[in-house]
Nanobody, 117 residues
């Protein structure tokens, strides 16, 4: 079984920055993709950013130019650097991972990001 543990959420003022981390652990890890999704109150969960084995990335249009996803392969960890945060970025952010050895979508429990003055 694979476990994903997120950290780094919190309260930040508009225009501020936060860095989220997600570490994968458990059975021998062979990551295919890792990404971040978010779910705001009353809204569906949406993709924020994803990074694939090999390093290619994709971002939601709403975060392009403000958020950066990166990974540390040695530590099975993915990061989401969030800059120029807006109130509409307020949501629970979930880490997601896909492994090379199965078709399961693994999820973390989520970390709350609140952007407010």
């Amino acid at each position: 079984q694979v476990q994903l543990v997120e950290s780094g959420g919190g309260l930040v003022q508009p225009g501020g920055s936060l860095r989220l981390s997600c570490a994968a652990s458990g059975r021998p890890i062979s990551i295919l993709t890792m990404g971040w999704y978010r779910q705001a109150p009353g809204k569906e969960r949406e993709l924020v950013a994803v990074i694939r084995r090999g390093g290619s990335t994709n971002y939601a249009d709403s975060v392009k130019g403000r958020f950066t996803i990166s990974g540390d392969n040695a530590k099975n960890t993915v990061f989401l650097q969030m800059n120029s945060l807006k109130p509409e970025d307020t949501a629970v952010y979930y880490c997601n991972a896909g492994m090379t050895f199965d078709s399961v979508a693994y999820w973390g429990k989520g970390t709350l990001v609140t952007v407010s003055s």
